[in-house]
Nanobody, 128 residues
Framework: QLQVEESGGGLVQPGGSLRLSCAGSGFSLEYRDIGWFRQAPGKEREGISCISSGGDTRYADFVKGRFSVTRDLVKNTVFLQIVNLSAEDTGDYFC??????????????????????WGEGTQVTVSA
């Protein structure tokens, strides 16, 4: 069964940084895209970024260079680095596995409809 588990969330001061992890099992990152999403309190879920099975990355317009997604194929884990955090970044962060299995895809989507298997999320709170 395809599964992902997020970790790395917590309480951080404004201006700080975090690295979130998304550990995958039951599949290889070389065959599946991974997307990162977040949901702020009282708001709809929004796509942040993705990394394709071929290693290509895409980012939502609001990211403005503060988010960076990477992966470790040996650990089968994807990372989301966030810098210069603000209160607006508070929320639950999720990763998800792409619906399509394809080796070395170049391009991915930050739309939730492209993803089929979701983690439980990790909470990020930005507060002084």
């Amino acid at each position: 069964q395809l599964q992902v588990e997020e970790s790395g969330g917590g309480l951080v001061q404004p201006g700080g940084s975090l690295r979130l992890s998304c550990a995958g099992s039951g599949f290889s990152l070389e065959y599946r895209d991974i997307g990162w999403f977040r949901q702020a309190p009282g708001k709809e879920r929004e796509g942040i970024s993705c990394i394709s099975s071929g290693g290509d990355t895409r980012y939502a317009d609001f990211v403005k260079g503060r988010f960076s997604v990477t992966r470790d194929l040996v650990k089968n884990t994807v990372f989301l680095q966030i810098v210069n955090l603000s209160a607006e970044d508070t929320g639950d962060y999720f990763c998800a596995v792409g619906r399509q299995s394809s080796l070395g895809r170049w391009d991915c989507s930050v739309s939730a409809v492209a993803y089929a298997f979701w983690g439980e999320g990790t909470q990020v709170t930005v507060s002084a």
